[in-house]
């Protein structure tokens, strides 16, 4: 990749999202099939693997106190505009809420968890009495394949289903990461930085207010109390938690993503931004630090999958803040390099049990592993080769990684799935 590559990808997936991503995603989808009736809806079929059934069953609706699939779809029903994306939620009225309520009432919503060899599918169908209408999205939150009416397509994509799944551009490497960082002078990264006044605006919001368990407004509280030590560590824990329970609470704001996902922008740009205010460290710096964060949680999610078994928002944004938190510090390639291998020897096989409050949990212990981790590698520690899954090189770590994610976890979302079914 070239270096105007890496700043156009930064642009795709470094963007702001409203709410959870997966039932956002299925919002989306059932606007978009909604568009082409006319009539009274009866019936909407859903159907979507495993891991998106899984993420979207217990998180929360932005703008509202619901949670859950159905509620989305439902909600979309009443103010959706798939041309709004991930923003899907962002202008919610207690009015739509109130038609949303309604119309659950109502309107038979089933929804099936599939296996069709994609790890992202979702597949809307809506019904009158007349008219059938179904959108299909794959391979990413806003990748609409196809919408079809009767049977018959209505959108302008090609009619080969593989050609329409958007090709995202491929890192060939860490290194393809360290020569584009290397290089940067961060004027074509200052966007980057809005990010983190966004998610950061949204951490304050969850300090102030309880949402979801509350974690990271008790983690201030008990700093406040001096039952914690207010130091860097617990301030990283805390303001990632805060913006986590307010995002999976349902707050109607706006949080900058990472490849795809709120929460994996989350941990990818709070503890850079909290360290950066901490230790007056430059707009430059930062910029450039957020840069390496999104681009090596882009290269972990691009190997495990965009959805996948592990914890993505600690699996791969953690590992891509551990970069982000060393190069803050001075840290050159060797550093970051060691501080991947300590983070997949540390949190590997964490699971992703679903999109919900406790997620703020995981972001927290992720994030404060992930500053200890920066810190250790500065000291000159690290996981020796051949520990366990660390391979003799980085990159030999990271392939173990996604053999233990893909192969070792396959059915692993199938048995989350029946677990939160039967908690249902």
Known sequence: MEHNDFVKLLHEQVIPAVGCTEP????????????????????????????????????????????????????????????HQLQIFEHVKESDIAKAKELLQKKCIIIEPIHNGSDFYIEVKATTQTDEAVCIIESNHTNIISITK???????KPTSLDSTIQKEREIESLEAIYAFIAASDSSDLHFLLQGAQMNMAVAQEGRKKSYSSALGQRLFSLMDTGLLSKDLPNMIKAYTASACDARMGGLSQNVMSSSGSGNQGIAAIVPLAVLAQEKDKSDKELSIALALSHLVTYYIKQKTGRLSPVCGCAIAAGIGSAAGLTYLQGGDSSHIDKAINNMIGSIAGMVCDGAKGGCSFKLANAVAEAYTQSLVVLDGTSVNAGDGIIGSSTEQSIKNLVNLCRIGMADVDDVLVDILSANC
């Open 24 to 83: 956002v995603s299925i919002a989306i989808a059932t606007a978009a099939a909604n568009r082409q009736l006319t009539g009274e809806i009866t019936n909407l079929m859903i159907r979507l693997s495993f891991n998106i059934f899984k993420n979207g069953m217990k998180v929360g609706i932005p703008g509202t106190d619901e949670k859950g699939i159905p509620f989305a779809a439902a909600l979309a029903l009443v103010m959706g505009n798939p041309d």
């Open 150 to 156: 009767n049977g018959v397509r209505v959108d302008n």
